[in-house]
C-alpha cells in the first residue's frame, strides 16, 4: 500500500527544486540586467565617437604591473582601459569586468576567463589559445583576426555575427577541460556552418 505522506513528501522536493531552478535562472537574469543597463542608458543619454568607446592611450594601464603574466586579477574591473599588447598568459581573470575597453594584440594564452565580463571590449588580433572562457558575457566585443585555437568558449554568451566569425577558424582541444573549441561554441548548430580547412 502506497504512503500518501511519502507521495505528498515527494511532491514537495519537486516542487522545492523546481522554485530553486527558476529563481537561480532569474538571479542570473537579473544580474546581466544590472550589469550592462547603466552602460546602455548612458550611452544613450550621451553618445560618444568610436575613438572615445575603445581608448588608445597606454597611460591607462599605469597603475597596472609591467608584468601581467601569470597575474591574479581575479573580479577585477577595466572600464574604458587601453590593455592592448599586454601580456596577460597564464592570467587569473575569473569574474574579472572589461567594459568598453581595448586589448588588442594582447596575449590571453592560456588564461583563465571564466565567468569574465566584456561587453564591447575589442579584442582585435588578441591570442586565446588555450584560454578558458566558460560562461563568458561578451556581447557587443570584436574578436577580428585573434587567434582562438583550443580555447573554450562553452555557454559563454556572444553575438551570432561573433560567434559565426569565430567559428571559421575554430580549432583544437582545451588542454584543462578537454572540450573542443568548435563544440564549445556549438558550431554545428549554425546555418551553413563549414568546418575550418585542416592547416597544411
Not at 575589442?122 to 561578451?138: H, I, M, Q, S, V
Request: proline share 4%; charged share 20%.
Amino acid at each position: 500500500m502506497t504512503n500518501p505522506w511519502n507521495n505528498s513528501h515527494r511532491f514537495s522536493i519537486l516542487m522545492l527544486n523546481e522554485m530553486v531552478s527558476i529563481f537561480s535562472s532569474l538571479h542570473k537574469s537579473f544580474k546581466r540586467l544590472f550589469i550592462f543597463l547603466p552602460l546602455i542608458i548612458g550611452l544613450l543619454i550621451n553618445p560618444i565617437s568610436a575613438n572615445a568607446l575603445y581608448p588608445s592611450d597606454p597611460s591607462s594601464v599605469d597603475v597596472l604591473k609591467d608584468d601581467l603574466h601569470g597575474a591574479d586579477l581575479h573580479n577585477t574591473e577595466y572600464v574604458k582601459y587601453d590593455l592592448s599588447n599586454q601580456d596577460l598568459g597564464e592570467a587569473n581573470l575569473q569574474g574579472a569586468y572589461m567594459s568598453v575597453t581595448t586589448a588588442k594584440n594582447s596575449s590571453f594564452k592560456g588564461a583563465n576567463m571564466t565567468d569574465l565580463i566584456a561587453y564591447a571590449t575589442r579584442f582585435d588580433n588578441a591570442d586565446f589559445t588555450d584560454a578558458n572562457l566558460t560562461n563568458g558575457e561578451l556581447m557587443k566585443s570584436v574578436f577580428d583576426g585573434a587567434i582562438i585555437d583550443g580555447a573554450d568558449f562553452t555557454d559563454a554568451n556572444l553575438d551570432l555575427k561573433t560567434r559565426k566569425s569565430l567559428c571559421e577558424r575554430a580549432t583544437g582541444t582545451n588542454s584543462k577541460t578537454g572540450v573542443n573549441t568548435v563544440d564549445s561554441l556549438e558550431c554545428s548548430g549554425l546555418r551553413g556552418y563549414t568546418p575550418p580547412k585542416p592547416k597544411a
